[in-house]
């Protein structure tokens, strides 16, 4: 077994937001790894009971709750991992109130009780914004230029990590997502591109793209992800550090629908729509230079073969994820 598997086993591990696609492929992860306890805090406004493992032990309730807090962090977590968040943009743009408070107040909650606790680890999960520097994308690229209060609420998140490093001592380590997608993630209004774009391909219907196709997104398997969380939890080279966790492979939006299309066999074919305000960045790609030297991350899977498994999933549970999907009717065409 690698030693970043192994560093699990017998471990007390928490964390939050596990009812979504990461969340609960983590979870099947750390069962695999002989980890003593794992707990689960997540309030299922994003999430699913369907989509989580049996076997693991389930709280619902928020981050920005310390009663749920307490009966967390009762089982005495040596690991954490922060993935819980109001997702994403255009649900921050919608109601940036309920953004802050669960972006920002939740994840200042949650360190202060792994502070409390003193815990050995704590992996925050964060994403990519305001970033304008030149392709790929690197760490200290960031700047202070967001499009969404979802990625001001982000780097909020990151500023506390610090704080909480610097000050406390805090064993925090920053992971930045570009773009995940894989099986657990359940289409809707504010999810992202590739589980819409594959609910719509096997129902028959076109493709809506906003732009002209020609954007480029940074896309990254779940199981990626995943194998990048768990090295950020085991080295202690990662402590006080921040990763970008991605494919380091640039694909056009066009391209991406044109292959969702053969796969599922929809003849439907695309449409164009007019871009979100918020959608400012036309290229996105990043550098996992980083990632690879102190991490040891390589990303795995191909974007064709992640697809793949990610229809898979979808035909598996096509009834659940048909009866949980959730479309406004003036967002279908725009999401």
Same mark, same amino acid.
């Given at each position: 077994?690698?030693?970043?598997?192994?560093?699990?086993?017998?471990?007390?591990?928490?964390?939050?937001?596990?009812?979504?696609?990461?969340?609960?492929?983590?979870?099947?992860?750390?069962?695999?790894?002989?980890?003593?306890?794992?707990?689960?805090?997540?309030?299922?406004?994003?999430?699913?009971?369907?989509?989580?493992?049996?076997?693991?032990?389930?709280?619902?309730?928020?981050?920005?709750?310390?009663?749920?807090?307490?009966?967390?962090?009762?089982?005495?977590?040596?690991?954490?991992?922060?993935?819980?968040?109001?997702?994403?943009?255009?649900?921050?743009?919608?109601?940036?109130?309920?953004?802050?408070?669960?972006?920002?107040?939740?994840?200042?909650?949650?360190?202060?009780?792994?502070?409390?606790?003193?815990?050995?680890?704590?992996?925050?999960?964060?994403?990519?914004?305001?970033?304008?520097?030149?392709?790929?994308?690197?760490?200290?690229?960031?700047?202070?230029?967001?499009?969404?209060?979802?990625?001001?609420?982000?780097?909020?998140?990151?500023?506390?990590?610090?704080?909480?490093?610097?000050?406390?001592?805090?064993?925090?380590?920053?992971?930045?997502?570009?773009?995940?997608?894989?099986?657990?993630?359940?289409?809707?209004?504010?999810?992202?591109?590739?589980?819409?774009?594959?609910?719509?391909?096997?129902?028959?219907?076109?493709?809506?793209?906003?732009?002209?196709?020609?954007?480029?997104?940074?896309?990254?398997?779940?199981?990626?992800?995943?194998?990048?969380?768990?090295?950020?939890?085991?080295?202690?080279?990662?402590? *006080?550090? !921040? #990763?970008?966790?991605?494919?380091?492979?640039? &694909? =056009?939006?066009?391209? +991406? $629908?044109?292959?969702?299309?053969?796969?599922?066999?929809?003849?439907? *074919?695309? !449409? #164009?729509?007019?871009?979100?305000?918020?959608? &400012? =960045?036309?290229?996105? +790609? $990043?550098?996992?230079?980083?990632?690879?030297?102190?991490?040891?991350?390589?990303? !795995?899977?191909?974007?064709?073969?992640?697809?793949?498994?990610?229809?898979?999933?979808?035909?598996?549970?096509?009834?659940?994820?048909?009866?949980?999907?959730?479309?406004?009717?003036?967002?279908?065409?725009?999401?």
């Amino acid at each position: 077994m690698a030693d970043h598997i192994e560093y699990y086993k017998g471990k007390v591990i928490l964390f939050t937001g596990g009812a979504g696609a990461i969340g609960s492929n983590l979870c099947k992860a750390l069962l695999k790894t002989g980890a003593e306890s794992i707990t689960i805090l997540d309030d299922f406004s994003s999430g699913f009971s369907w989509n989580v493992p049996d076997n693991i032990f389930t709280l619902k309730g928020s981050v920005t709750d310390e009663d749920c807090l307490k009966r967390a962090f009762i089982k005495k977590p040596q690991v954490v991992f922060h993935l819980a968040a109001l997702f994403a943009n255009q649900n921050s743009v919608d109601y940036p109130e309920k953004d802050l408070m669960v972006n920002g107040l939740g994840t200042l909650k949650v360190l202060e009780f792994c502070r409390l606790y003193g815990i050995e680890k704590f992996i925050y999960a964060s994403s990519v914004y305001g970033n304008n520097g030149a392709l790929p994308l690197k760490e200290e690229s960031a700047t202070l230029d967001p499009s969404t209060p979802y990625q001001i609420t982000k780097m909020l998140g990151e500023l506390y990590c610090n704080f909480f490093y610097n000050y406390y001592g805090l064993p925090a380590v920053r992971v930045c997502f570009f773009n995940s997608y894989g099986p657990g993630e359940v289409p809707g209004q504010y999810r992202n591109v590739i589980p819409n774009f594959i609910y719509r391909a096997m129902k028959g219907e076109a493709l809506p793209i906003t732009g002209t196709g020609q954007e480029t997104r940074d896309f990254t398997y779940v199981g990626d992800l995943i194998d990048g969380l768990l090295r950020a939890g085991y080295s202690d080279a990662a402590i *006080g550090e !921040k #990763f970008n966790i991605a494919s380091g492979k640039e &694909t =056009k939006i066009i391209d +991406l $629908a044109n292959m969702i299309n053969e796969l599922t066999g929809n003849r439907a *074919g695309v !449409k #164009f729509v007019s871009k979100r305000r918020w959608d &400012t =960045k036309d290229k996105r +790609l $990043a550098s996992i230079e980083k990632a690879g030297l102190i991490l040891g991350y390589e990303p !795995k899977v191909s974007l064709n073969d992640g697809l793949k498994e990610t229809i898979k999933w979808f035909k598996d549970n096509w009834r659940l994820i048909e009866e949980s999907a959730f479309f406004t009717p003036e967002r279908i065409v725009k999401s």
